[in-house]
């Protein structure tokens, strides 16, 4: 059974559209997470929601917005999308809600080119 | 400059070495974390440490807040365990460090 698991695993689409990326998790986990890996492999935290409720939101453009369903699903939605948006993007999860105390368990990743 | 830094950047080793990989952070932190990225892009977290010493297999993890400095060490290495090895220091969320690419050779 995949604890976290996003879809989909490659995204190839075109500069100004806009896309979605599905995250879930069966690990009964309170916080999500989202991260981007850039072409050098550097990640960062994009957001963090504890129960539903957004945490974190670093410093991203507005065109990426992540919705909380459930404390189980956290997708990102990312509007007009830009050559530099190209990365692979990771789901984690974690049951405590400080982002960090506890270990983190991370999606297969999302490989996004715009062209 | 990123405030966690990890060296050296890259490494190979004959298999059965001792590897020991280092991260030094700038700030104070909370917790620290070493994490697997496999060379399919996988990410797995190895450990989570606030102090002293953990072990998990032949893998070892150690910090020392009072220096800001944590290291991973793996023993009798494997070409299995040919990855990129990342830190990331707890502040307010986690900071990672820029990785360290590990080669293994048989």
């Known amino acids: 059974d995949t604890a976290v698991s996003q879809t989909p695993k490659y995204l190839v689409t075109q500069m100004g559209n806009d896309k979605s990326i599905k995250c879930e998790q069966n690990?009964?986990?309170?916080?999500m997470y989202w991260y981007k890996q850039d072409s050098k492999k550097f990640l960062k935290i994009m957001f963090s929601?504890?129960?539903?409720?957004?945490?974190i939101n670093e410093t991203v453009p507005n065109r990426f917005s992540p919705k909380s369903p459930d404390k189980a699903h956290l997708n990102l939605h990312i509007n007009s999308l830009e050559l530099g948006d190209s990365a692979v993007y990771f789901c984690?999860?974690?049951?405590?809600?400080?982002?960090?105390?506890?270990?983190?368990?991370f999606g297969p990743g999302t490989r996004l080119l715009v062209l | 400059k990123n405030e966690v830094e990890q060296s050296p950047q890259n490494l190979t080793a004959q298999e059965g070495e001792f590897i020991t990989i280092n991260c030094s952070y700038s700030?104070?932190?909370?917790?620290l974390h070493w994490l697997q990225q496999h060379p399919g892009g996988g990410i797995v977290s190895l450990f989570m440490l606030s102090s002293g010493k953990k072990k998990h297999g032949r893998l070892i993890a150690t910090i020392n807040i009072q220096e800001k400095h944590s290291s991973l060490h793996i023993t009798a290495s494997h070409p299995r365990d040919s990855a990129v090895y990342i830190c990331?220091?707890?502040?307010?969320?986690?900071?990672f460090g820029t990785g360290t690419r590990l080669q293994v050779f048989p």
């Open positions: 929601y504890n129960n539903k409720e957004l945490i």
């Open positions: 690990l009964g986990h309170d916080t």
């Open positions: 700030v104070g932190i909370s917790a």
């Open positions: 990331a220091a707890l502040l307010d969320k986690l900071i």
């Open positions: 984690a999860s974690s049951q405590d809600g400080t982002g960090g105390q506890e270990t983190q368990y």
